[in-house]
């Protein structure tokens, strides 16, 4: 009877969590085409829900899932250096027993984009990957993986 009333209750908390506490927006698409072989700078934005977080890109030995992005092959993108995050805030986090870096509100993410040579001209799309772990100070979510995606002109 006990295990009943805690698997109900359980379920009676995630059904009160949300779905998705983080939604994620690419921003600041270049303004003009832009050439095959050229490089731009885009805005991935994660708005985090109040009363959550999400984590660094930082990894951390024994810690939390790292937030992570990339922009996946088979497209003519690719990063063109490392992606720019802003400063976390480092809190100790007793789940974890250890300082934590995190993002709370709203994160913006700068990627250096590159187009490949061989991009044929266009509308093309940019598909940009994040994965990460939205947490509050009750529980974790299970990670999850979401693709935004962002329309990209290349120009003759």
Not at 29 to 54: C, M, Q, T, Y
């Amino acid at each position: 009877m006990r295990k009943l009333f805690l698997t109900a209750a359980m379920a009676a908390y995630l059904t009160a969590a949300p779905a998705d506490p983080v939604v994620w927006k690419l921003q600041n698409p270049p303004a003009a085409p832009v050439k095959a072989g050229a490089r731009f700078n885009v805005k991935l934005l994660a708005a985090v829900e109040d009363g959550w977080h999400l984590y660094s890109l930082k990894p951390m030995a024994e810690g939390p899932i790292p937030t992570r992005i990339w922009i996946a092959d088979g497209q003519p993108f690719s990063l063109a250096g490392t992606v720019q995050s802003p400063d976390p805030q480092v809190m100790l986090d007793a789940t974890f027993g250890m300082e934590v870096e995190l993002y709370e509100g709203e994160a913006v993410f700068t990627l250096p984009v590159k187009v490949a040579a061989s991009a044929a001209p266009g509308a093309q799309k940019l598909v940009v990957s994040a994965s990460y772990q939205s947490c509050n100070n009750k529980l974790c979510l299970p990670p999850k993986t979401v693709k935004v995606e962002l329309p990209i002109t290349v120009g003759k």
